[in-house]
Protein backbone atom coordinates (compact mmCIF):
# COMPACT_ATOMS: atom_id res chain seq x y z
CA UNK A 1 0.00 0.00 0.00
CA UNK A 2 1.62 3.32 -0.98
CA UNK A 3 0.06 6.65 0.92
CA UNK A 4 -0.09 10.42 1.07
CA UNK A 5 0.18 11.91 4.47
CA UNK A 6 0.39 15.46 6.05
CA UNK A 7 1.30 16.47 9.15
CA UNK A 8 -0.62 16.20 12.87
CA UNK A 9 -3.25 18.28 13.42
CA UNK A 10 -3.95 19.42 9.59
CA UNK A 11 -4.37 22.84 8.90
CA UNK A 12 -5.33 24.57 5.51
CA UNK A 13 -2.04 24.75 3.36
CA UNK A 14 -1.24 21.34 4.94
CA UNK A 15 -5.01 19.40 3.45
CA UNK A 16 -4.30 21.43 0.12
CA UNK A 17 -1.25 20.43 0.02
CA UNK A 18 -2.74 16.64 0.48
CA UNK A 19 -5.50 17.37 -2.36
CA UNK A 20 -2.76 17.97 -4.90
CA UNK A 21 -0.15 15.11 -3.82
CA UNK A 22 -3.30 13.33 -4.58
CA UNK A 23 -2.85 14.09 -8.67
CA UNK A 24 0.90 13.62 -8.43
CA UNK A 25 0.46 10.15 -6.90
CA UNK A 26 -3.04 8.78 -8.25
CA UNK A 27 -2.90 5.27 -6.95
CA UNK A 28 -1.97 6.57 -3.43
CA UNK A 29 -4.39 6.43 -0.42
CA UNK A 30 -4.68 9.64 1.47
CA UNK A 31 -4.86 9.77 4.90
CA UNK A 32 -5.96 12.62 7.25
CA UNK A 33 -4.72 12.99 10.70
CA UNK A 34 -6.92 12.69 13.85
CA UNK A 35 -6.55 15.69 14.59
CA UNK A 36 -7.40 18.90 12.70
CA UNK A 37 -6.46 22.24 13.26
CA UNK A 38 -9.76 24.91 13.72
CA UNK A 39 -8.71 27.20 10.70
CA UNK A 40 -9.38 23.69 8.85
CA UNK A 41 -12.15 22.29 10.31
CA UNK A 42 -14.77 23.93 7.91
CA UNK A 43 -13.20 22.86 5.17
CA UNK A 44 -13.17 19.32 5.86
CA UNK A 45 -17.07 19.59 6.08
CA UNK A 46 -17.56 21.83 3.49
CA UNK A 47 -16.05 19.24 1.11
CA UNK A 48 -16.61 16.01 2.83
CA UNK A 49 -17.83 14.37 -0.43
CA UNK A 50 -14.79 15.47 -2.58
CA UNK A 51 -12.48 14.91 -0.26
CA UNK A 52 -11.62 10.92 -0.03
CA UNK A 53 -9.64 10.99 3.06
CA UNK A 54 -9.28 7.80 4.71
CA UNK A 55 -8.32 7.09 8.62
CA UNK A 56 -4.81 5.82 9.99
CA UNK A 57 -6.93 2.58 11.32
CA UNK A 58 -7.13 1.61 7.81
CA UNK A 59 -3.39 1.10 7.88
CA UNK A 60 -3.74 -1.31 10.49
CA UNK A 61 -1.87 -4.93 8.89
CA UNK A 62 -1.43 -3.23 5.95
CA UNK A 63 2.30 -2.96 4.73
CA UNK A 64 3.27 0.15 3.51
CA UNK A 65 5.63 0.28 0.75
CA UNK A 66 5.70 3.79 -0.50
CA UNK A 67 4.89 7.24 1.45
CA UNK A 68 4.33 10.74 0.22
CA UNK A 69 5.00 13.98 3.36
CA UNK A 70 3.80 16.68 2.79
CA UNK A 71 3.98 20.33 4.61
CA UNK A 72 6.45 18.63 6.85
CA UNK A 73 10.06 16.82 7.45
CA UNK A 74 9.78 15.69 10.77
CA UNK A 75 9.01 12.30 11.87
CA UNK A 76 7.68 13.25 15.38
CA UNK A 77 4.57 15.29 13.03
CA UNK A 78 3.67 11.88 11.19
CA UNK A 79 3.79 9.68 14.17
CA UNK A 80 0.02 9.17 14.13
CA UNK A 81 -0.04 7.39 11.33
CA UNK A 82 2.70 5.03 11.72
CA UNK A 83 1.08 4.17 15.25
CA UNK A 84 -1.52 1.63 13.23
CA UNK A 85 1.08 -0.20 11.31
CA UNK A 86 3.29 -2.51 13.40
CA UNK A 87 6.39 -0.80 11.85
CA UNK A 88 8.05 2.75 11.54
CA UNK A 89 8.55 5.30 8.51
CA UNK A 90 12.43 4.23 8.46
CA UNK A 91 11.52 0.62 7.17
CA UNK A 92 8.86 1.98 4.49
CA UNK A 93 11.02 1.24 1.07
CA UNK A 94 10.76 5.09 -0.27
CA UNK A 95 9.80 8.29 1.29
CA UNK A 96 9.40 11.21 -0.80
CA UNK A 97 8.28 14.86 0.88
CA UNK A 98 7.07 17.85 -0.02
CA UNK A 99 7.90 20.62 2.93
CA UNK A 100 8.30 24.27 3.16
CA UNK A 101 9.55 24.56 6.85
CA UNK A 102 13.05 25.22 5.32
CA UNK A 103 14.50 25.99 9.38
CA UNK A 104 13.52 22.14 10.43
CA UNK A 105 15.87 19.75 9.73
CA UNK A 106 15.03 16.35 8.79
CA UNK A 107 15.12 13.01 10.61
CA UNK A 108 13.56 10.29 8.01
CA UNK A 109 16.38 8.75 6.92
CA UNK A 110 17.00 8.13 3.37
CA UNK A 111 13.87 10.41 2.32
CA UNK A 112 13.66 12.45 -0.94
CA UNK A 113 13.61 15.91 0.18
CA UNK A 114 11.61 17.91 -2.44
CA UNK A 115 11.83 21.15 -0.52
CA UNK A 116 11.78 24.74 -1.02
CA UNK A 117 11.95 28.58 1.22
CA UNK A 118 8.25 29.67 -0.10
CA UNK A 119 5.42 30.51 1.57
CA UNK A 120 3.01 27.73 1.16
CA UNK A 121 3.66 24.39 0.28
CA UNK A 122 0.85 23.94 -1.88
CA UNK A 123 2.61 25.94 -4.21
CA UNK A 124 5.34 23.44 -4.25
CA UNK A 125 2.81 20.91 -5.32
CA UNK A 126 1.34 23.55 -7.77
CA UNK A 127 4.87 23.73 -9.69
CA UNK A 128 4.89 19.79 -9.98
CA UNK A 129 1.55 19.64 -11.42
CA UNK A 130 2.14 22.22 -13.82
CA UNK A 131 5.24 20.53 -14.93
CA UNK A 132 3.39 17.71 -15.29
CA UNK A 133 0.98 19.66 -17.40
CA UNK A 134 -2.14 18.12 -14.89
CA UNK A 135 -5.58 19.73 -14.25
CA UNK A 136 -7.30 19.73 -11.23
CA UNK A 137 -11.13 20.44 -10.13
CA UNK A 138 -12.26 23.86 -9.65
CA UNK A 139 -13.11 22.05 -5.86
CA UNK A 140 -9.40 21.01 -5.39
CA UNK A 141 -8.36 24.18 -6.65
CA UNK A 142 -10.39 26.22 -4.34
CA UNK A 143 -8.75 23.86 -1.39
CA UNK A 144 -5.82 24.35 -2.27
CA UNK A 145 -5.90 28.11 -3.13
CA UNK A 146 -7.59 28.63 0.78
CA UNK A 147 -3.85 26.81 2.25
CA UNK A 148 -1.87 29.26 -0.24
CA UNK A 149 -3.64 32.30 1.60
CA UNK A 150 -3.45 31.30 4.33
CA UNK A 151 -0.01 30.44 4.82
CA UNK A 152 1.14 33.72 2.97
CA UNK A 153 -1.22 35.91 5.57
CA UNK A 154 -2.86 36.48 1.74
CA UNK A 155 0.34 37.27 -0.15
CA UNK A 156 1.63 39.45 3.14
CA UNK A 157 4.14 37.76 5.12
CA UNK A 158 7.91 37.93 4.58
CA UNK A 159 7.74 34.43 3.60
CA UNK A 160 5.66 34.97 0.32
CA UNK A 161 7.56 34.64 -3.03
CA UNK A 162 6.69 35.23 -6.62
CA UNK A 163 5.76 31.22 -6.74
CA UNK A 164 3.12 31.46 -4.26
CA UNK A 165 1.41 34.39 -6.33
CA UNK A 166 2.08 32.40 -9.65
CA UNK A 167 0.59 29.25 -7.85
CA UNK A 168 -2.43 31.59 -7.11
CA UNK A 169 -2.63 32.35 -10.28
CA UNK A 170 -2.77 28.80 -11.86
CA UNK A 171 -5.39 28.21 -8.84
CA UNK A 172 -7.62 30.40 -10.19
CA UNK A 173 -7.29 29.40 -14.14
CA UNK A 174 -8.29 26.03 -12.67
CA UNK A 175 -11.95 27.34 -11.32
CA UNK A 176 -11.02 28.00 -7.59
CA UNK A 177 -13.81 30.06 -6.26
CA UNK A 178 -12.56 33.55 -4.40
CA UNK A 179 -15.69 33.79 -2.83
CA UNK A 180 -15.46 30.59 -0.72
CA UNK A 181 -11.61 31.13 -0.12
CA UNK A 182 -12.64 34.42 1.58
CA UNK A 183 -15.51 32.20 3.60
CA UNK A 184 -12.69 29.13 4.41
CA UNK A 185 -10.10 31.75 5.84
CA UNK A 186 -12.20 33.81 8.03
CA UNK A 187 -10.14 32.50 11.64
CA UNK A 188 -13.11 33.19 13.91
CA UNK A 189 -15.94 30.69 13.20
CA UNK A 190 -17.14 29.95 17.04
CA UNK A 191 -19.24 32.13 18.83
CA UNK A 192 -16.71 31.03 22.03
CA UNK A 193 -13.93 32.76 20.27
CA UNK A 194 -15.72 35.77 20.10
CA UNK A 195 -16.14 35.98 23.31
CA UNK A 196 -12.75 35.36 24.34
CA UNK A 197 -11.92 37.83 21.39
CA UNK A 198 -13.61 40.63 23.99
CA UNK A 199 -12.61 39.23 27.04
CA UNK A 200 -8.50 39.56 25.97
CA UNK A 201 -9.27 42.87 24.41
CA UNK A 202 -11.23 44.46 27.85
CA UNK A 203 -7.87 43.05 29.90
CA UNK A 204 -5.50 44.89 26.95
CA UNK A 205 -2.14 46.04 28.69
CA UNK A 206 0.35 48.32 26.86
CA UNK A 207 4.05 48.33 27.82
CA UNK A 208 6.57 50.40 26.25
CA UNK A 209 9.77 47.86 26.55
CA UNK A 210 13.11 49.04 25.44
CA UNK A 211 11.52 51.27 22.91
CA UNK A 212 9.36 48.14 21.49
CA UNK A 213 5.60 48.64 21.75
CA UNK A 214 4.06 45.81 23.50
CA UNK A 215 0.86 44.23 24.69
CA UNK A 216 -0.01 41.81 27.55
CA UNK A 217 -3.12 39.71 28.19
CA UNK A 218 -3.80 37.56 30.97
CA UNK A 219 -7.44 35.49 31.44
CA UNK A 220 -8.26 33.10 32.92
CA UNK A 221 -10.88 29.93 31.16
CA UNK A 222 -12.25 27.03 32.93
CA UNK A 223 -11.14 24.92 30.39
CA UNK A 224 -8.95 24.63 27.06
CA UNK A 225 -10.83 25.80 24.33
CA UNK A 226 -9.39 25.77 20.80
CA UNK A 227 -9.03 28.61 18.45
CA UNK A 228 -7.31 30.46 20.81
CA UNK A 229 -4.62 31.56 18.35
CA UNK A 230 -6.89 32.83 15.80
CA UNK A 231 -7.93 35.48 18.78
CA UNK A 232 -4.57 36.38 19.04
CA UNK A 233 -3.69 36.54 15.45
CA UNK A 234 -7.09 39.10 15.22
CA UNK A 235 -5.93 41.09 18.32
CA UNK A 236 -2.63 41.54 16.09
CA UNK A 237 -4.71 42.81 13.74
CA UNK A 238 -6.55 44.96 15.04
CA UNK A 239 -3.78 46.58 17.71
CA UNK A 240 -1.18 46.25 15.63
CA UNK A 241 1.37 46.02 18.57
CA UNK A 242 5.23 45.54 17.72
CA UNK A 243 4.77 42.08 20.05
CA UNK A 244 1.60 40.65 21.76
CA UNK A 245 1.79 38.08 24.47
CA UNK A 246 -1.70 36.28 26.16
CA UNK A 247 -1.47 34.57 28.86
CA UNK A 248 -4.40 32.06 29.47
CA UNK A 249 -4.59 30.44 32.98
CA UNK A 250 -6.63 27.16 32.52
CA UNK A 251 -8.10 25.84 35.75
CA UNK A 252 -9.41 22.43 34.26
CA UNK A 253 -5.43 20.95 33.92
CA UNK A 254 -3.72 23.16 36.19
CA UNK A 255 -2.08 25.01 33.28
CA UNK A 256 -0.94 28.11 31.39
CA UNK A 257 -0.69 28.78 28.31
CA UNK A 258 1.95 31.59 26.82
CA UNK A 259 0.70 32.37 23.44
CA UNK A 260 3.32 34.97 21.48
CA UNK A 261 3.09 36.94 17.97
CA UNK A 262 5.40 39.49 17.03
CA UNK A 263 6.00 41.53 13.82
CA UNK A 264 9.91 42.28 14.53
CA UNK A 265 12.61 40.26 13.97
CA UNK A 266 14.45 41.18 16.80
CA UNK A 267 11.21 40.33 19.24
CA UNK A 268 11.88 36.50 18.93
CA UNK A 269 9.17 34.51 20.42
CA UNK A 270 10.46 31.61 19.49
CA UNK A 271 13.52 31.56 22.21
CA UNK A 272 11.90 34.04 24.19
CA UNK A 273 9.67 31.59 25.10
CA UNK A 274 12.07 28.41 25.19
CA UNK A 275 12.58 29.71 28.60
CA UNK A 276 9.06 28.82 29.90
CA UNK A 277 9.42 25.21 27.92
CA UNK A 278 7.96 26.53 24.64
CA UNK A 279 9.08 26.88 20.91
CA UNK A 280 7.52 27.67 17.56
CA UNK A 281 8.95 30.33 15.04
CA UNK A 282 10.32 33.63 15.06
CA UNK A 283 7.09 35.56 14.68
CA UNK A 284 5.02 32.61 16.45
CA UNK A 285 4.76 30.32 19.25
CA UNK A 286 3.29 29.05 22.41
CA UNK A 287 4.38 27.40 25.67
CA UNK A 288 2.15 25.45 27.77
CA UNK A 289 3.25 25.53 31.64
CA UNK A 290 2.13 22.80 33.98
CA UNK A 291 1.29 24.82 36.82
CA UNK A 292 -1.87 27.66 37.29
CA UNK A 293 -0.04 31.53 37.06
CA UNK A 294 -2.23 34.16 38.34
CA UNK A 295 -2.26 37.39 37.24
CA UNK A 296 0.57 38.49 39.09
CA UNK A 297 2.68 36.23 36.65
CA UNK A 298 2.30 39.22 34.34
CA UNK A 299 4.67 41.25 35.95
CA UNK A 300 6.86 38.96 36.15
CA UNK A 301 7.15 38.24 32.44
CA UNK A 302 7.26 42.04 32.10
CA UNK A 303 10.13 41.91 34.30
CA UNK A 304 11.68 38.78 32.09
CA UNK A 305 10.84 40.54 28.98
CA UNK A 306 12.92 44.00 29.89
CA UNK A 307 16.15 41.39 30.97
CA UNK A 308 15.81 39.78 27.93
CA UNK A 309 14.79 41.89 25.46
CA UNK A 310 17.11 43.66 22.77
CA UNK A 311 16.39 47.12 22.79
CA UNK A 312 14.06 49.00 19.76
CA UNK A 313 16.34 50.70 17.35
CA UNK A 314 16.14 54.59 17.79
CA UNK A 315 16.82 57.35 15.78
CA UNK A 316 19.96 58.06 17.25
CA UNK A 317 21.20 55.00 15.02
CA UNK A 318 18.70 55.67 11.80
CA UNK A 319 19.80 59.71 12.17
CA UNK A 320 22.58 61.37 9.95
CA UNK A 321 24.79 62.99 12.22
CA UNK A 322 26.20 65.59 9.62
CA UNK A 323 23.66 68.21 9.61
CA UNK A 324 23.34 71.22 7.48
CA UNK A 325 21.86 74.10 9.37
CA UNK A 326 21.08 77.63 8.91
CA UNK A 327 21.20 80.83 10.78
CA UNK A 328 17.73 83.01 11.69
CA UNK A 329 18.99 86.19 10.70
CA UNK A 330 20.76 84.86 7.53
CA UNK A 331 19.02 85.96 4.43
CA UNK A 332 16.65 84.49 2.13
CA UNK A 333 19.33 85.22 -0.87
CA UNK A 334 21.73 83.62 1.28
CA UNK A 335 19.46 80.38 1.91
CA UNK A 336 18.79 80.05 -1.48
CA UNK A 337 22.81 79.74 -2.81
CA UNK A 338 23.53 78.12 0.42
CA UNK A 339 20.40 75.87 -0.27
CA UNK A 340 21.80 74.86 -3.79
CA UNK A 341 25.61 74.23 -2.41
CA UNK A 342 24.55 71.31 -0.50
CA UNK A 343 21.99 70.14 -2.80
CA UNK A 344 19.07 69.78 -0.15
CA UNK A 345 15.69 71.31 -0.60
CA UNK A 346 15.61 72.41 3.03
CA UNK A 347 17.24 72.41 6.08
CA UNK A 348 16.76 73.42 9.92
CA UNK A 349 17.23 76.80 11.09
CA UNK A 350 19.38 77.89 14.27
CA UNK A 351 19.62 80.80 16.46
CA UNK A 352 22.88 82.02 17.80
CA UNK A 353 23.00 79.56 20.30
CA UNK A 354 22.75 76.93 17.81
CA UNK A 355 19.14 76.13 19.44
CA UNK A 356 16.42 74.64 17.03
CA UNK A 357 13.96 77.42 15.71
CA UNK A 358 12.48 76.71 12.25
CA UNK A 359 12.81 75.14 8.98
CA UNK A 360 13.23 76.55 5.77
CA UNK A 361 12.53 75.29 2.33
CA UNK A 362 13.10 76.11 -0.88
CA UNK A 363 8.86 76.57 -1.44
CA UNK A 364 9.44 79.50 1.56
CA UNK A 365 12.50 81.28 -0.13
CA UNK A 366 10.43 81.36 -3.33
CA UNK A 367 7.60 83.09 -1.59
CA UNK A 368 10.03 86.17 -0.33
CA UNK A 369 11.06 85.76 -4.42
CA UNK A 370 8.03 86.49 -5.68
CA UNK A 371 7.38 89.71 -3.04
CA UNK A 372 10.82 90.61 -3.94
CA UNK A 373 12.10 90.04 -0.64
CA UNK A 374 15.31 88.26 -0.61
CA UNK A 375 17.24 90.56 1.76
CA UNK A 376 14.40 89.97 4.53
CA UNK A 377 15.88 87.31 7.60
CA UNK A 378 15.06 82.93 7.53
CA UNK A 379 13.22 84.11 10.38
CA UNK A 380 11.03 85.68 8.61
CA UNK A 381 9.69 82.99 6.25
CA UNK A 382 11.16 79.78 7.94
CA UNK A 383 8.28 77.22 9.29
CA UNK A 384 8.25 77.93 13.20
CA UNK A 385 6.43 74.47 13.82
CA UNK A 386 9.23 71.59 13.13
CA UNK A 387 7.87 68.27 14.04
CA UNK A 388 11.31 66.55 15.49
CA UNK A 389 12.39 63.74 17.28
CA UNK A 390 14.58 62.82 20.30
CA UNK A 391 17.84 60.39 20.29
CA UNK A 392 15.24 57.91 21.48
CA UNK A 393 12.42 58.03 19.19
CA UNK A 394 11.35 54.74 18.44
CA UNK A 395 11.42 53.42 15.15
CA UNK A 396 7.28 53.26 16.03
CA UNK A 397 7.62 56.68 16.73
CA UNK A 398 9.47 57.18 13.00
CA UNK A 399 6.90 55.24 11.13
CA UNK A 400 4.04 57.07 12.78
CA UNK A 401 5.80 60.30 11.51
CA UNK A 402 6.53 59.74 8.12
CA UNK A 403 3.35 57.47 7.74
CA UNK A 404 1.08 60.29 8.63
CA UNK A 405 2.92 64.10 7.89
CA UNK A 406 3.83 64.81 4.36
CA UNK A 407 7.76 65.53 5.73
CA UNK A 408 10.99 64.41 4.27
CA UNK A 409 13.59 65.00 7.01
CA UNK A 410 13.53 65.67 10.70
CA UNK A 411 15.50 66.77 12.93
CA UNK A 412 16.93 65.47 15.69
CA UNK A 413 16.83 66.95 18.99
CA UNK A 414 18.78 66.86 22.01
CA UNK A 415 19.06 70.23 24.74
CA UNK A 416 17.20 72.25 22.02
CA UNK A 417 20.10 71.54 19.62
CA UNK A 418 19.99 69.83 16.10
CA UNK A 419 22.31 66.27 16.60
CA UNK A 420 21.07 64.59 13.49
CA UNK A 421 18.25 64.56 10.84
CA UNK A 422 16.31 61.29 10.07
CA UNK A 423 15.12 61.26 6.41
CA UNK A 424 12.15 59.09 4.66
CA UNK A 425 14.51 56.79 2.90
CA UNK A 426 16.64 56.33 6.43
CA UNK A 427 13.50 55.24 7.35
CA UNK A 428 12.89 53.34 4.31
CA UNK A 429 16.35 51.65 4.20
CA UNK A 430 15.82 50.58 7.86
CA UNK A 431 12.87 48.31 6.85
CA UNK A 432 13.99 46.83 3.80
CA UNK A 433 17.07 45.59 6.34
CA UNK A 434 14.86 44.49 9.06
CA UNK A 435 13.25 42.52 6.74
CA UNK A 436 16.34 40.28 5.30
MN1 LIG B 1 2.38 24.96 5.55
Known sequence: MNIIVGHSNMDLDCIGSMVLAGYLYPDYTIIR????????KNVLNLYKNQLNFQYGKILKGEHIEK????DTRTSNRIKEYFEFADYNIGDVEEVIIYDHHEADCCDIEKAILKTEAIGANVSIMVKELIKEDITITPEDATIA???VYADTGSFTFDSTTSDDLNA???LISQGAKLGIVRKLLKPMKEESQIDLFHNVMNKLEVKKILGHYILLSYIEIPKHEPGIGAVVEKIMDVENPDAFFLIVGIVKGNQTLIIGRSQKQSINISKLLKTYGGGGHTMAGSAKVKELYSLSFLDEFVWYLRCSLIPS????SLMTDNVFTINENATLMDASIYLEQIEHTGCPVVNRNSELVGVITLRDISKGRMSDL????VKSYMARKVETFTIDSSVRDIEKTFFSKNIGHIPVVKNK????????Q????????ARK
Do not use: C, Q, Y
Open 417 to 424: KVVGIVTR
Open 33 to 40: SRLVHPVA
Open 67 to 70: VVVV
Open 374 to 377: MMSP
Open 168 to 170: ASW
Open 313 to 316: ISAG
Open 426 to 433: DFLDHINE
Open 145 to 147: LAG
